[in-house]
Nanobody, 129 residues
Framework: QVQLVESGGGLVQAGGSLRLSCRASGRTFSFYVMGWFRQAPGKEREFVAAISKSGSDTSYADSVKGRFTISRDNAKNTVYLQMTSLKPEDTAVYYC??????????????????????WGQGTQVTVST
C-alpha cells in the first residue's frame, strides 16, 4: 500500500510559477512510475506529466509541454511538478498518482490514468487573470 500526499498548490497570477510536491509512503518508491493529472470543474481528469522509475524518461501533455517539468527524488520518496508561465486554463485540482512498475523496464511510463494504482487527495491550483 502506498499513500500519496500532495502539497504546494495555491493561488497565483497568470504568468506565475508554482511547484507541487507529492511525497509517498513506503520503502519501494523507486519501483513506481509517477504521474500528475488534473481535473478542472465540469471536466474529466486529464494527464499532465509522467516520469519513469529512474527519472530518465518523462512525458507531458501537449498543453503543458515547455512550461511544466516533472522530476523525482527517490531518496526523498518525492515527485515534483514545476509549473511556470501559468495560465488561467491551468486552474484545476492536481493529483499525484503511482503505478507499481517493479517488473517493467527502467524507462517505462504511462499517461493512462487507468494504469495507476494509487492516488493522492489532490491539491488545488488556481490561476487568476
Amino acid at each position: 500500500q502506498v499513500q500519496l500526499v500532495e502539497s504546494g498548490g495555491g493561488l497565483v497570477q497568470a504568468g506565475g510559477s508554482l511547484r507541487l510536491s507529492c511525497r509517498a509512503s513506503g520503502r519501494t518508491f523507486s519501483f513506481y512510475v509517477m504521474g500528475w493529472f488534473r481535473q478542472a470543474p465540469g471536466k474529466e481528469r486529464e494527464f499532465v506529466a509522467a516520469i519513469s522509475k529512474s527519472g530518465s524518461d518523462t512525458s507531458y501533455a501537449d498543453s503543458v509541454k515547455g512550461r511544466f517539468t516533472i522530476s523525482r527524488d527517490n531518496a526523498k520518496n518525492t515527485v515534483y511538478l514545476q509549473m511556470t508561465s501559468l495560465k488561467p486554463e491551468d486552474t484545476a485540482v492536481y493529483y499525484c498518482a503511482a503505478k507499481n512498475a517493479a517488473f517493467s523496464g527502467s524507462n517505462y511510463y504511462t499517461s493512462s490514468s487507468k494504469q495507476y494504482d494509487y492516488w493522492g487527495q489532490g491539491t488545488q491550483v488556481t490561476v487568476s487573470t
